[in-house]
Structures are given as C-alpha cells and as structure tokens.
C-alpha cells in the first residue's frame, strides 16, 4: 500500500484540492489514505475504470465465509469486465481504498462483526482516532469514494426511510450522502425491508437522479424481488447510456449522485408475497428484541436469511456479483467516452467473453 502523492492530487482526488472549474470539494487530509498499487495506477491513467466497492457487506451484510467468497468472487467480476476494483474500508484506523486479500480475510472473520464498526459518516472519526476496523457503509464508502475522485460504485442494496420512519425519524445517512457526492451508485434498488415510496420522495428531496437500468417498464428493483411496485422516473438501457449519463452528471458540476436500480437477475428473484410476509415477521422480532439505530439492518437481514432457509442469502450474493458487473461495463464505457476510445465496451465486452468463454448477458 502507498500513502497518495501530492503530485497526484487531482488525478486521484479532487476531495483534496481546487479542481480544474475551480470550486473547492471535500477534503480529506492525504496522509489518512492508504491506496492499493493497482488502485494507484488505474487513477493516475484511467480513474474512470475503477469502481468502488463497499465493506459493510463483508463484515455485517453476510455470515462468513458466505462474506469473503462473495467478496473474492465480486473483485474477479471487476476485473474481468477490464475495470479496477478498490474495495473501500478501515484497517487499523486508516482508510484504504483497495484491500488485499489478506485485509478482506480479516475482516470477513466470524468474530470480525463484533470487532469492526459499522461506520457511517458519523463514526468515521470515532473509528479512525481509536485505531480500530470499520466496514464502510454505502454512506462512508461515499464519502471515501468521491475524496480519491472514483466516479463508480457498486453495491447490493443502499439503505433508506425506515418503516414507520415518519414516527421513528430513521433514515439513513446513505440518502444524504447520496445527495452530496456526485457517484452513481449501482445498486437492486432499496432494500426491501424499507418504506420504499418514501425513500424515493427522500432521494428526490435531496436531488439524486434516480434510474432503472435495463427496466422497459420503469418499475424499481426491491432487492431481493424485481420489482417495488414504485416506478423510476427514468430508465437506461445500456452501459453507454448510462456513462453518459454519470459524464454529464460531472460536466454539469451538480455535485450530487446518480442511483441506478438494476434487478436481480430473474432466476435468482425472490416471491415478493413471500419476502414481504418474512420482513413484517422479522421486523417484529426487532421490535420485541429493542433493536435500534444501525443495528436494525443487519438483524433483520440475518432473521430474513433464516426465515427463508438461506434462500435470501443466495439471492443477495447473486445480485451483488450482477449489480459488480453492470458498474464494471458503465465504468469502462465512461473511460472510454472520456479519454476518446472509438470501441464500444459492448464490441470489447463480447470480444473477450468469445476469447475466454465467459460472460453471460446481465438479466
């Protein structure tokens, strides 16, 4: 790992300098920042082809070693789509963008959901001036992202109002983030355990230009189902269409972000009669149980997981690996638009899947 230059500080951070239109961003002192040789090279040449991805999904999202596999198997996707993967995290109280293997094996630990905070915003100064590991949440993974000038992420599902959020206040900071840095954010939507309609009325508050991907219909992704029975106000139907979009976001100076709701894959969808009837099951659980704050997402989860025999699990690594994917193609595609490439990522993509024998079309 390499602490970032100073020579380097537009390239691979506009959070800590006056970029080239001459208004101040976000600021993140370089000497906390500890970025991966892989990452380094791809900001210096193209950091339009790196794509961020979060950690809370390792240390709180899934049980291990379910946790690491996907993590592995979500990096490798990345890269073979030609893209740069920098998984976001705190080790040791320092923030590293691109983990090596040996840090994801710390933290997708059995233990490591006991010793690693969930960190938000709110925690990250918490954690970092006591030294210990934090799983980014898609807030903290945000605001890390945009520092280091990343323009892409990946992620299963962002969080959002809560149920009763009206009576509770609990929203999460990950739609306030999502107002304030202008990442796309490849997602399956809001998870389903959330007051979608009102999550969405939220991100529009809040400016966020939300998007279907692939979705003739407009209907939003609910996570674990296809659909959320709330429509997106837009629909993109390509990778190219999509890097436009994330370019023009950037030409604009809006500083806000794009959500880009693709579905799970169909194979892999859930009844969505069926998740609904476990999801009030395990929120009453959490009811009875006092659960609160940022520990209700991952208690839920796991209740799901197990009301549903595992089945949730499987979709939730399923869509992780496909939304990886998609973020993968726009991130390349987007170099390319940048940096004036005349081929396709989808003549490149379909080179490679006939030279190697891979690469399914994304459901």
């Known amino acids: 790992m390499f602490r970032l230059a100073a020579a380097t500080l ?40 790196v794509v961020a991805l979060e950690s809370t999904i390792i240390t709180h999202g899934m049980p291990y070693p379910h946790n690491l596999d996907t993590a592995l ?7 073979q789509q030609g893209a740069v993967p920098a998984t976001i995290a705190i080790v040791g109280g320092r923030i590293k963008v691109g983990l090596a293997e040996e840090q994801l094996r710390l933290l997708a630990r059995a233990d490591s959901g006991a010793q ?19 799983g980014t949440t898609v807030a903290g993974t945000l605001l890390i992202a945009d520092a280091v000038g990343l323009r892409i992420f990946a992620t299963g599902g962002i969080g959002g109002v809560h149920r009763e959020g009206e009576r509770t206040m ?30 969405l009325e939220y991100l529009e508050t809040q400016g966020v230009c939300v998007t279907t991907y692939g979705s003739e219909d407009f209907e939003f992704p609910a996570f674990y ?58 929120l009453s659980d959490a009811e009875r149980k006092g659960i609160r704050g940022k520990e209700v997402t991952p208690f839920i989860l796991s209740a799901v997981s197990q009301l549903t025999r595992g089945n949730s699990l499987h979709a939730n690594m399923a869509l992780i690996k496909n939304n990886a994917r998609v973020a993968a193609e726009i991130a390349v595609e987007l170099a390319r638009i940048e940096n004036g490439s005349t081929i396709p990522v989808e003549q490149s993509n379909d080179a490679k899947s006939v030279a190697k024998g891979v690469g399914a079309p994304v459901s």
């Open 116 to 134: 690693t905070v969930k960190t938000s915003r709110r925690d990250m100064a918490f954690v970092m001036a006591t030294g210990r590991n934090g």
């Open 170 to 199: 609990d929203v999460s900071a990950d739609l306030i983030e999502l107002g304030r840095c202008p990442v796309a954010v490849v997602s399956s939507g809001v998870k389903s355990i959330l007051d979608i309609p009102r999550t």
């Open 10 to 49: 537009y390239r691979c951070s506009r959070g800590y300098c006056t970029s080239k239109h001459g208004t101040e961003n976000r600021r993140i002192s370089p000497s906390l920042i500890d970025i991966a040789p892989e990452v380094r090279e791809a900001l210096r040449h193209t950091p339009q082809s």
């Open 225 to 282: 189902t296809r659909s959320s029975g709330s429509k997106a106000p837009y629909n993109l139907t390509s990778s190219t269409d999509a890097a436009k979009m994330v370019h023009m976001n950037r030409e604009l100076g809006l500083r806000s972000g794009i959500l880009i709701g693709v579905p799970i894959p169909e194979q892999y969808a859930m009844d969505a009669t069926e998740m609904n009837a476990v999801i009030a099951e395990a």
């Open 73 to 79: 198997e979500v990096e490798q996707i990345v890269r």
